[in-house]
């Protein structure tokens, strides 16, 4: 069910009233609980089993981690089997390619199981397992006391569950959300956080990424070919805001419907593209996956306490492991090498005092080389198959010749404009008035010039 469906609308609205209904006041978790089992399994019943299964053990294992004799093992086991989930339904194909090359030796039945549908979301709800066995071990948030296995149960499905953010994220830690579980009330919603987060996501979906999706997409092959290349950077320029645009603005509707319930979501955008550095830019951008990233996995590898070569290795492994996170192909994987090697060799120039100057003009240089640099790796976003990335590098260095689309690039100006803007002018800035006149704006936008509705890009991840 997506965000920008009309039956996620109903959806909503069904939910909210009979979820604030004074009737309902002691058995509002259980109710949010089924609508976020409703919400998951509208287009995928089949999955549904998945889902539970995982949270099934992850409920286990966080109890044991809690209560039990051998609570390390505990989480160690959990952790291990959300992983081999990811692992079984994520990368089976990959894996079995990369060893055998020709699928067919493997028989009918062990290619039709290397066929079955990626369940949707999940990369995001294997990872809420993980955060929340290993928060149960290091007993990073309040435990109920008395603890019981059926609440710990129910609390532990609707934290990996809660319909919001179950298929994109926010990744949200164990230690962020149980404590919020709980009874809420209407009188206590932040009606500004609702209104400001939904409007600004939904006009970011349906208006920017939605719109510049009929333009990027051109960047494929052989489409690209005959584009001159202006045109082709301007098509990656597109990209870049782009996927910007879906992925915050459906983080933000996220975050402005768990409001909504009483939940607070963690931010996972602030302006990314004004970054001076690779490592402001991954404090910047997907905080909430660079956080888990950092704190699940770089942080036990050693982090930065091992010397430099061990931390260069480090941020190596953890970038290459957050690239192949995003989906199951070795171009995912080059991504996040990409980004592991700039950042590695940002901290190897911080090492040997080559930071280089502080100044605006410096800066400015930085934002446009780190813009530059992400927006070329975004590439192997959009197109997975090296050889098309090449052709399409290819094509932007030999179509010189070619004139461009005045059109387009004037459709790709209209639309980009805004992420500029929205970098450049942060809302934060404006007094309360002139927040509300945007926000109105943004709003007339959303229902006047609403692109063909297309899937979040997160969705397939």
């Not at 609308?9 to 409703?38: H, K, N």
């Not at 894996?95 to 009918?108: K, M």
């Not at 492991?321 to 991504?335: E, I, K």
């Not at 192997?380 to 005045?406: C, E, H, M, W």
Request: charged share 10%.
């Amino acid at each position: 069910m997506l965000f920008n469906s009309k039956i996620f609308g109903v959806f909503l609205a069904l939910a909210v009233i009979v979820y604030y209904l004074p009737a309902m006041r002691r058995w509002q978790i259980e109710w949010l609980l089924a609508a976020s089992l409703v919400f998951y399994a509208w287009e995928q019943p089949w999955l549904l089993g998945l889902l539970l299964l995982s949270a099934g053990i992850t409920s286990a294992a966080s109890y044991a981690a809690m209560t039990g004799p051998r609570p390390a093992l505990a989480a160690a086991i959990g952790a291990a089997v959300n992983l081999g989930v990811l692992g079984s339904f994520k990368y089976n194909r990959l894996i079995a390619e990369s060893l055998l090359g020709d699928l067919a030796r493997i028989g009918s039945v062990g290619e039709a199981l290397l066929y079955l549908p990626l369940p949707a979301g999940i990369s995001f709800y294997t990872f809420h397992g993980i955060s929340l066995v290993i928060d149960s071990w290091r007993g990073k948030y309040p435990r109920p006391q008395p603890l019981r296995p059926l609440p710990h149960s129910r609390n532990t499905l609707i934290y990996i569950v809660f319909f919001p953010q179950l298929v994109a994220g926010p990744i949200v830690k164990a230690a962020q959300f149980m404590p919020q579980i709980g009874e809420k009330r209407l009188a206590d919603i932040d009606w500004r956080s609702v209104v400001h987060h939904c409007i600004l996501g939904y006009f970011l979906k349906t208006v920017i990424a939605d719109n510049l999706a009929q333009q990027t997409a051109y960047i494929s092959c052989p489409a690209c070919l005959n584009l001159s290349s202006i045109d082709l950077l301007a098509l990656l320029i597109a990209y870049s805001a782009q996927i910007f645009a879906d992925f915050c603005g459906y983080s933000m509707i996220a975050i402005g419907i768990a409001s909504l319930l009483g939940y607070r979501l963690p931010i996972n955008f602030n302006r990314p593209y004004i970054a001076d550095s690779f490592a402001d830019f991954w404090r910047r951008w997907h905080i909430s996956l660079s956080s888990f990233l950092k704190e699940y996995l770089y942080l036990p590898l050693g982090g930065n306490r091992h010397g430099r070569l061990r931390t260069y290795l480090n941020l190596m492994i953890v970038m290459g492991l957050g690239g192949l996170w995003h989906g199951a192909a070795w171009s995912y994987a080059v991504w996040g090498l990409w980004h592991g090697a700039a950042l590695a060799l940002q901290r190897m120039a911080a090492d040997c005092g080559l930071s280089g100057g502080r100044g605006p003009v410096m800066r400015f240089v930085r934002i446009i080389a780190v813009f530059v640099f992400v927006t070329l790796g975004w590439l192997l976003f959009k197109l997975p198959n090296f050889g098309d990335v090449l052709q399409y590098l290819q094509a932007i260095a030999s179509n010189t010749q070619l004139r461009p689309s005045s059109l387009r690039l004037l459709v790709i100006a209209a639309y980009v404009a805004p992420i500029v803007i929205y970098h450049l002018l942060p809302s934060s800035r404006l007094p309360v008035r002139g927040r509300q006149a945007i926000e109105g704006l943004l709003l007339g936008a959303i229902i006047l010039n609403s692109g063909s509705s297309h899937a979040f890009i997160y969705f397939q991840f």
